[in-house]
């Protein structure tokens, strides 16, 4: 990582950690910040963040991925295993989801539902 690279993912650590003391429980910017901290080589600081926003949104799959690669790079083969089974179900169930709202679109049995 160039010293730009660097200095900019300081940067959005520091404005996502500002932000977060006004919102602590913005589950999307604890992800950010817990990504710009992975890049960083902050990992401990990465897994404290990435954990925070699971506990808020454990839906998200996208969460584990990352949550696994922390894992893996601070030598924790275990945790790094379940966190990837937690990205691989999520995953899959989410497809599964969406495959089953775009039949339902097709079959034109969603005519007339509300939309947001």
Known sequence: MSALQAARFDE????????????????GALNLIAVA????GHLADAEAYLSRAIAINPRSSSYFY?????YRKLGKAEESRKAMEAFVK?????NELEQKRREFLKDGRGEGVARE
């Open 12 to 27: 959005a650590k520091r404005e996502f950690a500002a932000f977060l003391k006004i919102q602590p429980k913005h589950f």
């Open 66 to 70: 990352v949550l696994a690669t922390i």
């Open 37 to 40: 901290s992975m890049q960083l």
């Open 90 to 94: 999520l995953d899959r169930e989410s």
